[in-house]
């Protein structure tokens, strides 16, 4: 299939996203109001400007809706706070469902807050995080039951595992084994940035630098054993400017992508690159189609500032000069 048939496609797929969502708080601060604290004489972070966006979690659901997946929705966990009223309209925004979101006082919600300098337009300031570790048993069994109850109305499950604190976040050892058992269903697509090693039985996508943490962790030296360890499906391994490794049990093969010159900003390439492959896999059922629409998407994005989203227009545009 082409890049317009499968586009075509999109708009019957119901998609749910699974796992951390969090909220990116844009801050652009001017260093010439930084005047010390009369109570303390701490110099002052002087933000002049804030934008939100839904991230992690968030970032995968953005670009389903913009390449025009027919129904979108998450399913994490928020604090009841400020900030989870800030994401959930950010995602409202996007059209996308918001509904198995689950609201808990005891986490706060995942927000990374980026300070910008307004003078050079450069984030130079230690990021402030809102994070947990160890989501609470109550918590954790609400949102496996949730899964459970939500995931016949999808057609497919996307995950995002991107807590790096040491007990993770969403997704807990209870929720994985929910993932293996739907699985079996369903075709369910993780990315995680810390624990791919502990999935079993679906698609796994990391990174190079993520695959190459896991094989150290589990203590094999290919991503063959990888793949066999996890009982994987497939691994879907991203390389960046060289491509995608695919590992299925008939083996290692590459699909390669097209150069893009000066990328402005690679954050949430992967994200997007997941968004389309994921899609394109459930459509054509091929690894390799699924892989080089996936590149296609993610050529796209790497052209925007912060985490962009691919339309279908800048697709078939794209696809075209390819």
């Given at each position: 299939m082409n890049a317009g048939e499968i586009l075509a496609a999109f708009?019957?797929?119901?998609?749910?996203?699974?796992?951390?969502?969090?909220?990116?708080?844009?801050?652009?601060?001017?260093?010439?109001?930084?005047?010390?604290?009369r109570e303390t004489?701490?110099?002052?972070?002087?933000?002049?400007?804030?934008?939100?966006t839904a991230g992690a979690a968030g970032t995968i659901a953005n670009n389903l809706a913009a390449l025009g997946a027919g129904r979108v929705a998450v399913l994490g966990v928020i604090g009841d706070d400020g900030h989870g009223e800030e994401l959930t309209r950010a995602l409202a925004r996007n059209n996308i469902g918001t509904e198995l979101?689950?609201?808990?006082?005891?986490?706060?919600?995942?927000?990374?807050?980026?300070?910008?300098?307004?003078?050079?337009?450069?984030e130079d300031l230690p990021r402030i995080d809102f994070v947990y570790d160890n989501l609470p048993a109550r918590v954790d069994d609400e949102l496996v039951d949730s899964l459970r109850r939500a995931w016949p109305e999808f057609d497919l499950v996307l995950v995002s595992d991107q807590a790096e604190t040491p007990g993770g976040g969403a997704v807990t050892a209870n929720l994985?084994?929910?993932l293996t058992s739907l699985g079996e269903e369903r075709l369910v697509w993780v990315d995680s940035r810390k624990r791919p090693e502990l999935f079993r039985g679906i698609i796994l996508k990391p990174n190079r630098d993520e695959a190459q943490e896991a094989l150290e962790r589990v203590g094999v030296k290919d991503y063959g054993a990888l793949r066999k360890h996890t009982e994987a499906n497939l691994l879907v391994i991203t390389h960046g400017p060289e491509g995608v490794l695919l590992v299925d049990h008939a083996g290692e093969s590459w699909v390669r992508t097209r150069p893009v010159e000066n990328p402005v900003d690679i954050c949430g390439a992967g994200d997007s690159f997941s968004a389309g492959a994921a899609m394109a896999l459930q459509v054509t059922g091929s690894n390799v189609d699924a892989a080089k629409f996936g590149n296609l998407v993610a050529s796209i994005t790497i052209m925007k500032p912060g985490t962009g989203v691919a339309t279908p227009a800048e697709v078939l545009t794209a696809a075209a000069t390819t």
């Open positions: 708009p019957k797929l119901r998609v749910l996203v699974v796992g951390d969502v969090c909220l990116d708080r844009w801050c652009r601060y001017d260093p010439r109001l930084s005047e010390p604290s004489g701490i110099p002052r972070t002087a933000v002049v400007s804030a934008e939100v979101l689950l609201r808990s006082p005891m986490v706060p919600t995942f927000t990374y807050t980026k300070l910008i300098n307004v003078a050079t337009g450069v994985r084994r929910m």
